[in-house]
C-alpha cells in the first residue's frame, strides 16, 4: 500500500499544468514547423503536413499525459482519440476565424492577418488545456467509471477498457 501511495503522483495545479502545456505543446509545435520543412523535400507539403501532424499529435499527447497533467504514464487510446479530436478543433476554430476575415476584408494585411490567426488560435489553445484537463487527463475519471460499473445489475455486461495502449516507441521505455 505505501508502495502504491509513493508511486501515485499529486496532479499539478492549474497554473503548472498551462505553463508544461505551453511549453511542451509549444516546443513540439516549433519542432513540427522545422520536420515539415525538411520531410517536404522528399513528399509533397501537403503530406508531409499531414504525417507530421499525425506524429507530432501522437508526440504531444504522450508528453501531456505524462508531464503536463502529472499523469506519469503512457497515454491510454481513449486519450490518444479525445486529444486528437480537440486538436480537430481547434484547427476548425482557426480555419473559421480566417474564413470570416477574408469574408469581411477583400484583401486584409499580413499583419492583420496575423493578429486574428494568433488570437484565434489563443483562444483556440486555451479552450484546448481547458478540455485535455477537465476531460482527457481528468484525474477522477476511472473512479467514477468505476462506480457506474458497480450501481449496474449483474445481469448487464459492463465493456471494460483493455489496458492503456500508446504508440510502442513512446512507451517502451516507461
Given at each position: 500500500?505505501?508502495?502504491?501511495?509513493?508511486?501515485r503522483?499529486?496532479?499539478?495545479?492549474?497554473?503548472?499544468?498551462?505553463?508544461?502545456?505551453?511549453?511542451?505543446?509549444?516546443?513540439?509545435?516549433?519542432?513540427?514547423?522545422?520536420?515539415?520543412?525538411?520531410?517536404?523535400?522528399?513528399?509533397?507539403?501537403?503530406?508531409?503536413?499531414?504525417?507530421?501532424?499525425?506524429?507530432?499529435?501522437?508526440?504531444?499527447?504522450?508528453?501531456?499525459?505524462?508531464?503536463?497533467?502529472?499523469?506519469?504514464?503512457?497515454?491510454?487510446?481513449?486519450?490518444?482519440?479525445?486529444?486528437?479530436?480537440?486538436?480537430?478543433?481547434?484547427?476548425?476554430v482557426?480555419?473559421?476565424?480566417?474564413?470570416?476575415?477574408?469574408?469581411?476584408?477583400?484583401?486584409?494585411?499580413?499583419?492583420?492577418?496575423?493578429?486574428?490567426?494568433?488570437?484565434?488560435?489563443?483562444?483556440?489553445?486555451?479552450?484546448?488545456?481547458?478540455?485535455?484537463?477537465?476531460?482527457?487527463?481528468?484525474?477522477?475519471?476511472?473512479?467514477?467509471?468505476?462506480?457506474?460499473?458497480?450501481?449496474?445489475?449483474?445481469?448487464?455486461?459492463?465493456?471494460?477498457?483493455?489496458?492503456?495502449?500508446?504508440?510502442?516507441?513512446?512507451?517502451r521505455?516507461?
Open positions: 500500500m505505501d508502495t502504491a501511495r509513493s508511486r503522483r499529486m496532479a499539478p495545479g492549474a497554473l503548472a499544468s498551462f505553463v508544461r502545456f505551453v511549453l511542451c505543446g509549444g516546443g513540439v509545435g516549433v519542432a513540427s514547423s522545422f520536420a515539415v520543412t525538411a520531410v517536404a523535400v522528399w513528399i509533397p507539403w501537403a503530406l508531409a503536413n499531414a504525417l507530421i501532424t499525425a506524429g507530432s499529435t501522437l508526440l504531444a499527447t504522450e508528453l501531456h499525459a505524462r508531464f503536463t497533467f502529472g499523469a506519469g504514464r503512457c497515454a491510454t487510446r481513449r486519450q490518444h482519440v479525445q486529444s486528437a479530436g480537440s486538436a480537430a478543433a481547434a484547427y476548425a482557426t480555419c473559421a476565424a480566417m474564413f470570416a476575415l477574408h469574408q469581411l476584408w477583400a484583401a486584409p494585411g499580413a499583419m492583420l492577418e496575423q493578429a486574428v490567426y494568433l488570437s484565434a488560435s489563443g483562444l483556440a489553445g486555451a479552450g484546448r488545456f481547458a478540455v485535455l484537463r477537465l476531460v482527457v487527463f481528468a484525474r477522477n475519471r476511472p473512479r467514477a467509471a468505476a462506480a457506474v460499473s458497480t450501481a449496474r445489475p449483474a445481469h448487464v455486461a459492463v465493456a471494460r477498457d483493455p489496458a492503456p495502449t500508446a504508440p510502442a516507441v513512446l512507451c521505455a516507461a
